[in-house]
């Protein structure tokens, strides 16, 4: 991101009372629920008001959940609070983190669209410098065919993901599973709506 307007943005955005994307769970991390141990590390990348690293505590994990807005932080530790379990969690902005190396057993990446490529492509290089051999990456995002629907999502076509791109950045992992399908969201009131989605489970 590291575009200083676009950070305050956020955190204004999240400076508003209510959870702007729910306190639900993102559906596809829900389904992949079963894949986490009791004790494994997690990122939680832009985990915003904390619904998904929330879920992913109450599954038992260690959870560290990032973002570059303090508001959204304080809301996803009182979230944490209100459902009787912990999260770490960090300000950070992904185009500029030191990514510790070999750190964490899964990487959850729940509509971190927010990037042009360049940046993206830093971003991706550090899920994978950052996930321990074997572990699992959950990437969940929208494709370009969701300017069409205008229900959430990132400004254009290129910061979508498609499967090619992905084939092409995660092509080093041990396997990687892919699913393109359209479902209607209902997550606060950002994500609400007809959406073309895009799952990636991959496995280091």
């Known amino acids: ?50 619904r998904n690293g929330v879920f992913l505590a109450e599954q038992g994990c260690d959870v560290l959940a990032t973002d ?6 304080k809301k996803a530790e009182a979230l944490a609070r209100a459902r009787g379990v912990t999260i770490k969690t960090e300000v950070a902005d992904l185009a500029t983190w030191r990514w510790p190396d070999a750190a964490f057993d899964a990487v959850a990446a729940i509509f971190i669209q927010f990037s042009d490529p360049p940046e993206r492509e830093r971003i ?15 990437l969940h995002g929208y ?11 990132p400004p254009s076509a290129e910061r979508c993901y498609t499967r090619a ?15 393109e399908y359209d479902r209607v969201l209902a997550e606060g009131t950002w994500h609400n709506g007809n959406s073309a989605l895009i799952d990636l489970v991959g496995v280091k």
Do not use: C
């Open 143 to 153: 494709r370009p065919e969701q300017l069409r629907y205008d229900t959430g999502g």
């Open 68 to 73: 570059v807005s303090p508001n959204a932080l």
């Open 165 to 179: 791109y992905l084939e092409r950045e995660f092509s080093g992992f041990a396997s990687i599973e892919i699913a």
């Open 1 to 50: 991101m590291a575009d200083q307007s676009a950070i305050q943005a956020w955190d204004e955005r999240f400076a508003a009372p209510d959870y702007i994307f729910g306190t639900s769970p993102n559906v596809f991390l829900e389904q992949q629920a079963h894949r986490f141990r009791h004790g494994h590390k997690v990122l939680s990348l832009a985990d915003g008001e904390g």
């Open 124 to 138: 991706f290089a550090g899920i994978k410098r950052t996930l321990k051999p074997g572990g699992l990456l959950l």
